[in-house]
């Protein structure tokens, strides 16, 4: 199925997909950030979402998806646009899941999970009902997976940062000098 394109046919599921999870799906593809010209990457892609803070959503040559973080991230994050789909819509704040620690242990990860779920509930639970509904409605209209749990989901995630090659950006300064990203958002 070719997500993107149905989202840029369906404005509502679209706008869903934006208010819930902070993804904007862009009309049409467009070159990744370059930073006026002192950002290369090691893989070709296309953007094709960005978020309000105005980080990117890359569609690599592999069929993979990187993130460029408008804070200087970069890496893998899914393996299939069903995987990011499947990421995105069930953990909009994904962020708050990079933390290495947590992902040695399936029950630990399982706990840590559940303590940032009951955070952002706690945070107002009328607005983390219908958020989780809204969910739902992405996940039909996707047509995404619904048999995965959030550690396997969690799991394909930090999986994926870590396969090799990693997506990696390298920022060349104005006196040639040169900084690379690891290519994994775990690293810090």
Known sequence: MDFIQKLREDADLAELLCDVCDVEILPEFKMPQD??????YNMSGKTFAMEGTGSEYILLEDGSVGYWGSEGAC??????LQDFFALVIRFPYWLDYVYE???HDMELLAEYVEDIFAEHKEEDEEEWDRQLEDQKRLVKGLGIETKLDVSEILMRFTR???????FILTYTEDDGSTHSSTGSLFDK
């Open 75 to 80: 890496g893998r994050i899914a393996d299939s």
């Open 160 to 166: 994926c940062t870590e396969r090799e090659p990693r």
């Open 101 to 103: 620690g947590a992902y």
């Open 35 to 40: 930073e006026f010209g002192h950002v290369t």
